[in-house]
Antibody, heavy 118, light 110 residues
């Protein structure tokens, strides 16, 4: 069975950097992209970008360009999303998801809550 | 990329049908048959419901169906049940390996 297990709650100060992990099991890590999705409190889902675990290629949504870094570690089947220069608006739940069906996100992690507060 | 447009809320009584619309542009919804839908209950991760406009994965009841016409996609839920009450999000491929979500629709089962 496919599982995506994310790291735990984070509390950061404005200007700091957060790095969230997403450990994959139940399938071959390099076969499918890992996507990251942001959901601010009471708000909708926003696609942040993807990483191809096979070659590390990344695509970022314009909104997050310059502040986000997505990576994949093939030795541990784990994807990472790092967001820098944090501000209060980055307070959100961050999800990783994979796309076994091609162009949809069929398996999701449980989400990681990030709170940015002074 | 602008978010796809969904109604903020819809409602229906048990047993009835409801349809949630999702309007984009020719650069996303209208340009590709890669529209997907997700159900999200409070405090939970989204659940994948529909891919490729109208394909249901195993485990999703056939009461859920998808369609598309031009730049607007739709999710129809027939035979509404109490457990269908949730937020629903559409998502479309937008070219160049990017995706865009809708703003979400809150479904209330009366």
């Amino acid at each position: 069975e496919v599982h995506l297990v994310q790291s735990g709650v984070e509390v950061k100060k404005p200007g700091a950097t957060v790095k969230i992990s997403c450990k994959v099991s139940g399938y071959t890590f390099i076969d499918y992209y890992i996507h990251w999705v942001q959901q601010a409190p009471g708000k909708g889902l926003e696609w942040m970008g993807l990483v191809d675990p096979e070659d590390g290629e990344i695509i970022y949504a314009e909104k997050f360009q310059g502040r986000v870094t997505m990576t994949a570690d093939r030795s541990t089947d784990t994807a990472y999303m790092e967001l820098s220069s944090l501000r209060s608006e980055d307070t959100a739940v961050y999800y990783c998801a994979t796309d076994h069906v091609g162009d949809a996100f069929d398996i999701w992690g449980q989400g990681t809550m990030v709170t940015v507060s002074s | 990329q602008s978010a796809l447009t969904q109604p903020r809320s819809v409602s229906g009584s048990p047993g009835q049908s409801v349809t949630i619309s999702c309007t984009g542009t020719s650069s996303d919804v209208g340009g590709y048959d890669y529209v997907s839908w997700y159900q999200q209950h409070p405090g939970k991760a989204p659940r994948f419901m529909i891919s490729d406009v109208n394909k249901r994965p195993s485990g999703v009841p056939d009461r859920f169906s998808g369609s598309k016409s031009g730049n607007t996609a739709s999710l129809t839920i027939s035979g509404l049940q109490a457990e269908d009450e949730a937020d629903y999000y559409c998502c479309s491929y937008a070219g160049s390996y990017t995706w865009v979500f809708g703003g979400g629709t809150k479904l209330t089962v009366l």
